[in-house]
T-cell receptor
Framework: QKEVEQNSGPLSVPEGAIASLNCTYSDRVSQSFFWYRQYSGKSPELIMSIYSNGDKEDGRFTAQLNKASQYVSLLIRDSQPSDSATYLCAVTYGNNRLAFGKGNQVVVIP | DVKVTQSSRYLVKRTGEKVFLECVQDMDHENMFWYRQDPGLGLRLIYFSYDVKMKEKGDIPEGYSVSREKKERFSLILESASTNQTSMYLC??????????????FGAGSRLTVL
């Protein structure tokens, strides 16, 4: 199984601040990268996908990819209480398989 | 929107019982997946299928089998349930995205407790 690491512990951010999440992966040939959000008791839902080096912005979310360093990050600007969730990094490998990191919990404090 | 429906939200079974978890998707997706999610271990792939009657082992297939007789339905089978199979089971389906990657849509999950 390919490794996807999300090492940060729970992240608490004040409302309106920026939340920054990082993810590293082991398979150099991975081409597709995703961030899923999972609310407590719910299933994961896709929020961002990124395929090329650089930044991709979608509303308050920005994904950043650096294939040379094998990391992908997610920034959440103007954090809202509704952003409180666990964020899962996912990376493709092999025959269109997706490997997931263990997730980072984000708590936005009003 | 793609809808992935898992037949049972909560199940309680006894050790040694045969367990069927059913999953149906309504968007004609070729690919379907079964994951289990455990605290501290994240999401782990059990089996996936990229066509009717086709299946491929994921990272933790031991103790599980699958069946895909129709395109819209993918079943996970625990031949003889054990307590270490107590978990949240998530079904997903996908169509190929960019670079042939799978963009997954998940069902609501089936929480299985084996006593």
């Amino acid at each position: 199984q390919k490794e996807v690491e999300q090492n940060s512990g729970p992240l608490s951010v004040p409302e309106g601040a920026i939340a920054s999440l990082n993810c590293t992966y082991s398979d150099r040939v991975s081409q597709s990268f995703f961030w899923y959000r999972q609310y407590s008791g719910k299933s994961p839902e896709l929020i961002m996908s990124i395929y090329s080096n650089g930044d991709k912005e979608d509303g308050r979310f920005t994904a950043q990819l650096n294939k040379a360093s094998q990391y992908v990050s997610l920034l959440i600007r103007d954090s809202q209480p509704s952003d409180s969730a666990t964020y899962l990094c996912a990376v493709t490998y092999g025959n269109n398989r997706l490997a997931f990191g263990k997730g980072n919990q984000v708590v936005v404090i009003p | 929107d793609v809808k992935v429906t898992q037949s049972s939200r909560y199940l309680v079974k006894r050790t040694g019982e045969k367990v069927f978890l059913e999953c149906v998707q309504d968007m004609d997706h070729e690919n379907m997946f079964w994951y289990r999610q455990d605290p501290g271990l994240g999401l782990r792939l059990i089996y996936f299928s990229y066509d009717v009657k086709m299946k491929e082992k994921g990272d933790i297939p031991e103790g599980y089998s699958v069946s895909r007789e129709k395109k819209e339905r993918f079943s996970l089978i625990l031949e003889s349930a054990s307590t270490n199979q107590t978990s949240m089971y998530l079904c997903a389906s996908s169509s190929p995205g960019r670079n042939g990657a799978n963009v997954l849509t998940f069902g609501a999950g089936s929480r299985l407790t084996v006593l």
